[in-house]
Structures are given as C-alpha cells and as structure tokens.
C-alpha cells in the first residue's frame, strides 16, 4: 500500500539546522507532490511548502521562506526537508503528506497519504 | 492564529450525529476547495473529505461535507466512540499568495 516512510526523532540546540527525510513507496514518486506540515504540541497545524519530486520545484510560503529547504533524491524515492536556525518554537512534530498530481495546479492539491510524523525538538 | 474558524469542541451521544462548521472568507474558501483531515489522539492526520464533498476510498459514507459561499461543514452521522478525535478543516489562501491553511481543530467527544 502506498506510504510515507520518515526519519526518526531529532534534539536540537537553538541555532542548529535539522533535515529531515521521507521515503514514499508504492506509487510513482515523480507523479506526486509532497508536502511539509508541522504541529507543535497542542497546537494546530502549520503547512510549511510543497516540492515537486519531478522537477524539483518547491515553493514556500513566506513564513520559511529562507530557513526551510526542500530537496529530492528520485533514485531512492526520498524527499527532505532542511529547516535552519532553529528555535524552541520549531518544537514539532514534523508530517511528510502526498499532495496533488504535479500536473495539476495547486489548488487542486489537498493531501491523502501522510507519513507517521516526526518529532523534532529543540532545546539548549 | 488560524485565518479559518472552527468551534473548539462539540460533543453527543453514539448513535446520534454531529456538525462542525469551518467559517473562512472570499480569499480561502470563499473561491477555493475545502478538505477536512481526522486526527486519532497521537496519530497523523488522515483525509476525510476533499474537493468539499467527496469522499477518499475506504471512508465510510457516516462523514459528509458541504461548502456554502465563505464557510465548510463536515457532518458526521451515526458517531461512533471510534470517532472521538480533532477534526480540521483546510483550504488554500491566496492573501499573500499560496498558502495552505489548517483551522484551528474541533474535539469531536462521543458522550
């Protein structure tokens, strides 16, 4: 079944950077965007920007843009995300989702496979 | 703070059902599609509904979604003490440019 494999838990110091992996299965990679989500303990939900496995295209929205990167490796089907200087308020658990043929524009994307989430904290 | 509005928590009975509305404006919902995602306490969110009304494969029919102008609603019928979660509601804003919001969560409690 189609599925969102993603790294383990991280602890950061404030300043560090973190990067964070997705390995997707089960479907063709480059067919599908990925997203980026975060949510901080008992809060909402944050989406922080979406990558183009194909061409590599990201986009951000201006909250990260700057200090969060998105990257691919299509050779093992993985996608990463960079987030710099970090803060105690990046705390979170960090959420891979699939969202969107690469094809379509982006407000037909919504997201139907999410990864088990990863917890990033940061803390000097 | 959430551009999206939603009640903090609703509650009833099993067997009975719930509605929860998701309040936004003419930049996000207003001109755009909106999905609700269930979250199970410790899990990851899982899609509910897309495109304002339909349905993803393997979610029972107990789950609809409507939209009207500026605002959404999830309906959930028949609850089931399974259904005991948060529950958000998410659209594309265009303010200042793409960006994909979440509302702030309904807890759903099964009395």
């Known amino acids: 079944h189609v599925q969102l494999v993603q790294s383990g838990a991280e602890v950061k110091k404030p300043g560090a950077s973190v990067k964070v992996s997705c390995q997707a299965s089960e479907y063709t990679f480059i067919d599908y965007n990925i997203h980026w989500v975060r949510q901080a303990p008992g809060q909402g939900v944050e989406w922080m920007g979406w990558i183009n496995p194909n061409s590599g295209d990201t986009y951000y929205p201006q909250k990260f843009r700057g200090r969060a990167t998105m990257t691919r490796d299509s050779s093992i089907s993985t996608v990463y995300l960079d987030l710099t200087s970090l803060r105690s308020d990046d705390s979170a658990v960090y959420y891979c989702a699939r969202g969107g043929r690469v094809t379509d524009y982006y407000y037909k994307f919504y997201m139907d496979v999410w990864g088990k989430g990863t917890t990033v904290t940061v803390s000097s | 703070q959430s551009v999206l509005t939603q009640p903090p928590s609703v509650s009833a009975a099993p067997g009975q059902t719930v509605t929860i509305s998701c309040s936004g404006s003419r930049s996000n919902i207003g001109n755009n599609f909106v999905s609700w995602y269930q979250q199970l306490p410790g899990t990851a969110p899982r899609l509910l509904i897309y495109?304002?009304?339909k349905r993803p494969s393997g979610i029972p029919d107990r789950f609809s979604g409507s939209k009207s102008g500026t605002s959404g609603t999830l309906g959930i019928t028949g609850l089931q003490t399974g259904d005991e979660a948060e529950y958000f509601c998410a659209t594309w804003d265009t303010t200042l440019g793409p960006n994909y919001v979440f509302g702030p969560g309904t807890k759903v409690t099964v009395l």
């Open positions: 495109d304002n009304d």
